[in-house]
């Protein structure tokens, strides 16, 4: 309990990862939601990423939502890319925070970027060199990082080579993505265990997923582990594109509302998040998985009938 | 991590508490609910609940569903009970385990039954006596344990009074009910440490709802210290009635699905239970929380796309 971090940084997805597993929404809606987002208190947050339209069309108005966002000096604002050639716009566009990822199953790689893993490792020195020479950051996000919707399993070691391939490049972060929620806390206890010890000062941030109910589990097992950087994403967006109907990222107002009640701060207003998260669900006109969109914060109470 | 538990056993409460919260369904659906689960490995299964028709009308065929039931051998059914008289009338059906439900708070007290918590545990010595003398062994389930949807926070000391008082009246064992998803991990770490210091012998079971997303969490932080007793509901059927469209007890599979991925046996064949959890889905007619509902078992994969 005493090993739990008095406070933790989120970095906000759903603008990114959530938007990209939903059905197009305008461009007017997504700068909203961005703008939205950075007035709750939440510091970190992905805006867009630079893919290639035809692989993803959620994403093809990335450069006009990010020259209209009303910047908050206070929040880093980040863009993932898949390859030089977007990681090239990201730094046209003026971010400064890049992410690029790479699955750890080759399946997974190939069906994202049409890449071997390696062939994408290999591809890492140039980008790391690039982003550093335009005075960016790039992070190393590794996906498929507890197991593969296309290969199943995704052995320890294999995840391990991938960041220490990605450290020998000089990423300057590292942070592995349960892409189809697969990981269970003794899974996490152990990636997380074995990356420090061969990465001791590598910043290391986890990215899970609610796609089988695990994701705060998850997260509790990596709090107790002293972990403090995690992704999440307003309202859970995103759902699942291996599964309909599943769970996407662990959703931000869960994650505000279990770690402050336990002592971590996360200097997020939850009723600002709670709001945001009403607008996001209005975007993408579904019911989004957030439970606490739902039933509310622990302090909601409900008159008694009599 | 070698602190948890070799194997948990879980209870399914999904005929009792479960469809006590969904628009009551037919008498012959509510049978074949039992009796598919009792084909899954379970090996405790809270059948019905034998209370008031107009106060829990989703109820009132008890006595029919009870006697039904294909019994399986190696399940232990029981029974939930409000008071003697339900007690009395679950003791002529031919239940051997019983529970009786006491809330920690007031109000939620009143609300379900009518009586202060402190009224209801001054009944308690008699249902206890009136159990043990038929031989039956009588439970106490203390509901919102970790917070009223009423009365909002309900404090600990107040919780460890209602334990002790049901201790000091001969209760065979106790759960906690986290009844509207108010308990956090760090919660359930200092009531259970508590209640284990001040009654080192009681069995102790836990009884979580995933209303705000921590189901799964404050199940392992209870896994952690050992404890190796859950309630749990195949599709998480149950709902909240104080928070439409949030869910309710954890899900079954989604606990089978975690735990026996840490090394957890839970003696439950997890495909007979996802099946049994489509057809629970089908009898309620709507979508149920369940994420391994949806997303399937971890070992799920797809075929890539080339």
Same mark, same amino acid.
């Given at each position: 309990?005493?090993?739990?971090?008095?406070?933790?940084?989120?970095?906000?997805?759903?603008?990114?990862?959530?938007?990209?597993?939903?059905?197009?929404?305008? &461009?007017?809606?997504?700068?909203?939601?961005?703008?939205?987002?950075?007035? &709750?208190?939440?510091?970190?947050?992905?805006?867009?990423? +630079?893919?290639?339209?035809?692989?993803?069309p959620q994403m093809a108005d990335a450069d006009e939502v990010w020259s209209k966002v009303r910047r908050n000096d206070a929040?880093? #604002?980040?863009?993932?890319?898949?390859?030089?050639?977007?990681?090239?716009?990201?730094?046209?566009?003026?971010?400064?925070?890049?992410?690029?990822?790479?699955?750890?199953?080759?399946?997974?790689?190939?069906?994202?970027?049409?890449?071997?893993?390696?062939?994408?490792?290999?591809?890492?020195?140039?980008? @790391?060199?690039?982003?550093?020479?335009?005075?960016?950051?790039?992070?190393?996000?590794?996906?498929?990082?507890?197991?593969?919707? #296309?290969?199943?399993?995704?052995?320890?070691?294999?995840?391990?080579?991938?960041?220490?391939?990605?450290?020998?490049?000089?990423?300057?972060?590292?942070?592995?993505?349960? &892409?189809?929620?697969?990981?269970?806390?003794?899974?996490?206890?152990?990636?997380?265990?074995? @990356?420090?010890?061969?990465?001791?000062?590598?910043?290391?941030?986890?990215? +899970?997923?609610?796609?089988?109910?695990?994701?705060?589990?998850?997260?509790? =097992?990596?709090?107790?582990?002293?972990?403090?950087? +995690?992704?999440?994403?307003?309202?859970?967006?995103?759902?699942?594109?291996? =599964?309909?109907?599943?769970?996407?990222?662990? =959703?931000?107002?869960?994650?505000?509302?279990?770690?402050?009640?336990?002592?971590?701060?996360?200097?997020?207003?939850?009723? =600002?998040?709670?709001?945001?998260?009403?607008?996001?669900?209005?975007?993408?006109?579904?019911?989004?998985?957030?439970?606490?969109?739902?039933?509310?914060?622990?302090?909601? &109470?409900?008159?008694?009938?009599?």
């Amino acid at each position: 309990m005493s090993d739990l971090p008095k406070r933790v940084s989120l970095r906000e997805v759903g603008p990114r990862d959530g938007l990209q597993n939903e059905d197009p929404i305008p &461009t007017a809606a997504k700068i909203d939601l961005i703008d939205a987002l950075s007035e &709750t208190g939440l510091r970190r947050i992905e805006a867009v990423s +630079f893919v290639h339209p035809r692989a993803i069309p959620q994403m093809a108005d990335a450069d006009e939502v990010w020259s209209k966002v009303r910047r908050n000096d206070a929040v880093r #604002y980040s863009a993932l890319v898949p390859n030089r050639r977007g990681l090239e716009r990201a730094l046209a566009a003026g971010f400064t925070d890049l992410e690029v990822v790479i699955s750890a199953s080759d399946t997974h790689n190939r069906e994202n970027i049409n890449r071997s893993t390696a062939e994408s490792l290999d591809a890492l020195p140039e980008l @790391t060199e690039l982003a550093h020479g335009s005075g960016a950051t790039l992070q190393l996000i590794v996906s498929t990082a507890w197991g593969c919707p #296309y290969e199943g399993e995704v052995p320890e070691e294999r995840v391990l080579w991938v960041a220490g391939r990605g450290v020998a490049a000089g990423v300057d972060s590292l942070v592995y993505g349960d &892409t189809t929620g697969m990981a269970t806390p003794t899974r996490v206890v152990r990636l997380v265990g074995e @990356t420090r010890s061969a990465h001791p000062e590598l910043p290391l941030g986890l990215h +899970f997923h609610n796609t089988r109910g695990t994701g705060l589990a998850n997260l509790y =097992a990596a709090l107790q582990l002293g972990v403090d950087d +995690f992704d999440a994403a307003v309202a859970g967006l995103g759902g699942c594109p291996y =599964a309909p109907g599943a769970s996407g990222n662990i =959703a931000t107002e869960e994650v505000v509302s279990m770690v402050e009640d336990m002592g971590v701060e996360t200097g997020v207003d939850l009723d =600002a998040l709670l709001d945001v998260a009403e607008m996001a669900e209005r975007f993408v006109g579904h019911a989004a998985p957030s439970q606490v969109l739902r039933a509310g914060p622990r302090s909601r &109470t409900v008159p008694p009938s009599s």
